[in-house]
Nanobody, 117 residues
Framework: VQLQASGGGLVQVGGSLRLSCAAS????????MGWYRQAPGKQRELVASISRGGTANYADSVAGRVFIFRESGKSTVFLEMNSLKPEDTAVYYC????????????WGQGTLVTVSS
């Protein structure tokens, strides 16, 4: 199973970015998919997640600025980030929970988002 994250980069305060994460694997189904982030010196934290049925969950720090959605085939998840702030600077990781066993969690390699002021 591979999760390929992309879309990070350098953006100015108030700007927008869209992150993408494509999950692939033969015979694998994915349940909840999500985005986490880890800033320097801080623990990894949940940004947003979305269930296979499309129910989204957001961290308070990003609610109203960030939107998570997944493609109709359900194996690619996107994170639309708007009104970016310097505190959004972090490495963003996507993950996906196996639809067959929710204790099996796959992680992508991370993509760096830097918000400059």
């Amino acid at each position: 199973v591979q999760l390929q994250a992309s879309g990070g980069g350098l953006v100015q305060v108030g700007g927008s970015l869209r992150l993408s994460c494509a999950a692939s694997g033969s015979g694998i189904g994915f349940g909840t998919m999500g985005w986490y982030r880890q800033a320097p010196g801080k623990q990894r934290e949940l940004v947003a997640s979305i269930s296979r049925g499309g129910t989204a969950n957001y961290a308070d720090s990003v609610a109203g600025r960030v939107f998570i959605f997944r493609e109709s085939g359900k194996s690619t998840v996107f994170l639309e980030m708007n009104s970016l702030k310097p505190e959004d600077t972090a490495v963003y990781y996507c993950n996906a929970v196996s639809v067959f066993n929710d204790r099996i969690i796959y992680w992508g390699q991370g993509t760096l988002v830097t918000v400059s002021s």
